[in-house]
């Protein structure tokens, strides 16, 4: 890489193993390079930065809260749709009583592409919510994506949570019929939840 600095698979070689080694900085000082040098197109460029930027942040999450909380928000400014980027950015936002913002965050990312992660950070955006209230607010995120799975295992989830069986059942139904695993695990936890 040295002797060819806009050899393009000598810099992902490189790139891979700065990544390898969780060398979040020798990354993206690759990545940086490879923009200069015109190896890789803009939305190519700040998707991966911001994948890099998230895996640094939740490394240094529990070591270093600051340089965290700044690469996870550069991250999401970059990459919006990047799960694990949202929900850590949602949760620094929500730590700071930013409840609207971090709501934003995973509403934004979730549009995209629902997910578990993304319905959970959602759930827990108010800190000491009761089931009931995390329950109505996933509601609000399910309808987002209409008809979408995600959604109904996330009511069925905070719903079981709640208390309220047979609106998690009512989220499954659809489901039911030839359920994946996590919908006939959450139809056994109902069960046994309910009814011992």
Same mark, same amino acid.
């Given at each position: ?50 994948v ?19 690469? /996870?928000?550069?991250?999401v400014?970059?990459?919006?749709? !990047? +799960?694990?980027?949202a929900? %850590? #950015?949602? =949760? ?7 409840v ?24 827990? /955006? ?8 995390? !329950? +109505?607010?996933?509601?609000? %995120? #399910?309808? =987002? ?10 009511i ?41």
């Amino acid at each position: 890489l040295k002797l060819s600095p806009s050899s393009s698979w000598a810099s992902n070689a490189v790139l891979g193993f700065c990544c390898a080694r969780n060398d979040w900085t020798g990354a993206l000082r690759i990545l940086d390079n490879n923009q200069s040098a015109g190896l890789i197109d803009t939305p190519t460029y700040r998707r991966q930065r911001g994948v890099l930027l998230t895996a640094r942040a939740l490394e240094l999450q529990n070591l270093d809260r600051d340089l965290s909380r700044e690469s /996870v928000m550069e991250a999401v400014k970059l990459a919006p749709t !990047l +799960v694990p980027a949202a929900v %850590l #950015a949602s =949760k620094f936002e929500s730590e700071a009583h930013q409840v609207r913002r971090a709501m934003k965050l995973v509403e934004t990312a979730w549009l995209s592409q629902p997910h578990p992660d993304l319905a959970d950070a959602y759930a827990h /955006v108010k800190l000491g919510d009761s089931a009931r209230q995390r !329950l +109505v607010r996933v509601e609000t %995120l #399910a309808a =987002k994506a209409p008809g979408h799975i995600e959604g109904a295992l996330a009511i069925a989830r905070a719903a079981i949570d709640a208390a309220e069986f047979g609106k998690a059942r009512a989220a499954l139904e659809p489901f039911v019929a030839s359920p994946t695993q996590r919908v006939a695990l959450l139809m056994a936890e109902i069960e046994r939840t309910e009814h011992g």
